[in-house]
């Protein structure tokens, strides 16, 4: 099983419309959450944090499941500027650095 | 703010060339990488740097090397490149260790492609 897994898409959806990803990740001792945004042939660019107690921002709510061991992300009422992909990121360790872990993402594509 | 800049943005070799990738960040940050992304798989850590003098491996750092004599820049050499080099690089760096409040910046990228 890999360390991190995301659904690759493309999870095509159109405006308005509201879409959610998980991602799943094999070490029980994961400490660091995170879902980055990345933009064709671009440089990935944190989209936020995940909290144990899950968090919002805007229109994007993540949570945490340690019990079955995911993350997720959702979108609500999407934006044709919402079409990326999506990368979760696990840091296995708190302090730790080596074993980052970046999932291989999740595109998305809004359509009008 | 420049945020990470890396040089060069594209860059082309034949088997077995050197050379280094560049990467400078201007917002003091003690913790440096470099990652490579190929098709269909994540981003892959080659080396990174917790702070000036201090560099490890990561998990595919075969046939680069690192060095971080400032906080500010942390060079990628490529010693004898191979086809299996051709990637996209990004450098990044962060404030801390990937603490939950700890945000990554990535610089722009580097195409490498080697012939």
């Known amino acids: 099983r890999k360390e991190v897994e995301q659904d690759p898409g493309p999870f095509n959806v159109p405006e308005g419309a509201t879409v959610a990803f998980n991602c799943t990740y094999s070490n029980s001792a994961s400490q660091s959450f995170f879902w980055y945004r990345q933009d064709c042939r671009k440089e990935p660019k944190l989209l936020m944090s995940v909290y144990s107690s899950g968090n919002e921002d805007g229109r994007f709510t993540a949570q945490l499941n340690r019990a079955s061991q995911y993350i997720s992300l959702l979108i609500r009422d999407s934006k044709l500027s919402d079409s990326a992909t999506y990368l979760c990121v696990v840091n296995p360790r708190r302090g730790g650095y080596q074993k980052v872990t970046f999932g291989t993402g999740t595109k998305l594509q809004v359509i009008p | 703010n420049a945020g990470v800049t890396q040089t060069p943005k594209f860059q082309v070799l034949k088997t077995g060339q050197s050379m280094t990738l560049q990467c400078a960040q201007d917002?003091?940050?003690?913790?440096m990488s470099w990652y490579r992304q190929d098709p269909g798989m994540g981003l892959r850590l080659i080396h990174y740097?917790?702070?000036?003098?201090?560099?490890d491996q990561g998990e595919v750092p075969n046939g680069y090397n690192v060095s971080r004599s400032t906080t500010e820049d942390f060079p990628l050499r490529l010693l004898s490149a191979a086809p299996s080099q051709t990637s996209v690089y990004f450098c990044?760096?962060?404030?801390?260790?990937?603490?939950?409040?700890?945000?990554?910046?990535f610089g722009p990228g580097t195409r490498l492609t080697v012939l």
């Open positions: 917002m003091n940050h003690e913790y």
């Open positions: 990044a760096s962060s404030p801390g260790p990937l603490l939950p409040t700890d945000t990554q910046y």
């Open positions: 740097s917790v702070g000036a003098g201090i560099t």
